[in-house]
């Protein structure tokens, strides 16, 4: 079964994000400290994903022509009511994070990077889920500690973990016969360091250093695609 390791990611997810939610209470000084040691944490994972860039000139591009589309659209706006319509929906205290922050933050930590698109494709290629069950349970803890300050926000990014890890599952069973081996790992090599990058952004907003609108370079995400299939031509 293509999605099993998909379907016991999401699981996890949400496991930890409802166990998280019963420990909202913790004292403002314990959570203080707790963000910043995730921020820290954040920070070093997208340093990691950031640097294993083989074409700086890609993520850039990847960066800079996804930030002019998320501006265009409004997105960061749009995550904002789409978070607080949610929001309206359920009694759940927030404190001083939105709904929408809690969604992106955990949506790009889980969605993001080698773990999910590498476990994706051996669950559709080969049937092999040990790397999405393994990264399930990494998610897991990161949603329960995500939780205890960023609210239901984390629960939500379940849909996108499954919609996005189980297309890549389900392509993946006919993928080697469209793209070639050697342009697919190139292309995961340039995705993952340009999630890295929103990754740190992300840190640096829970440190409050910057006020970075992720949402709207989250079109980098995509448009990595084309410029590296472009940039490949030449």
Do not use: C
């Not at 340093?47 to 002019?68: D, F």
């Not at 706006?77 to 709904?99: A, P, T």
């Not at 803890?141 to 973990?161: D, E, H």
């Amino acid at each position: 079964m293509a999605l099993y390791g998909t379907i016991v990611n999401g699981i996890l997810v949400l496991i930890g994000s409802t166990l998280g939610l019963f420990f909202t209470k913790i004292p403002e000084r314990y959570k203080e400290t707790v963000m910043h040691g995730i921020g820290l944490a954040v920070l070093l994972i997208g340093l990691q994903m950031a640097l294993s860039t083989e074409m700086i000139i890609v993520v850039l591009l990847s960066l800079l022509s996804g930030a002019v589309i998320g501006e265009l659209l409004h997105l960061e706006e749009g995550l904002n009511r789409f978070g607080e319509w949610i929001g309206s929906k359920f009694i759940v205290r927030q404190g001083e994070f939105s709904v929408s922050q809690g969604f992106v933050t955990a949506s790009l930590i889980f969605v993001v990077g080698a773990m999910a698109i590498i476990g994706a494709l051996d669950g559709g290629i080969r049937g092999d889920h040990e790397v999405l069950i393994t990264k399930g349970i990494l998610d897991g803890f990161m949603a329960l500690v995500l939780t205890t300050t960023f609210g239901f926000g984390v629960a939500l990014s379940v849909v996108p973990v499954v919609v996005y890890q189980g297309t890549i599952a389900l392509l993946a069973t006919q993928i080697e016969s469209w793209l070639p081996e050697a342009f697919l790992n190139g292309l995961i090599v340039e995705l993952t360091a340009v999630g890295g990058l929103l990754i740190m952004a992300i840190g640096l907003n829970v440190l409050k250093i910057t006020q970075i609108r992720i949402g709207n370079l989250l079109p980098s995400i995509v448009t990595v695609a084309f410029i590296y299939y472009i940039y490949q031509l030449f």
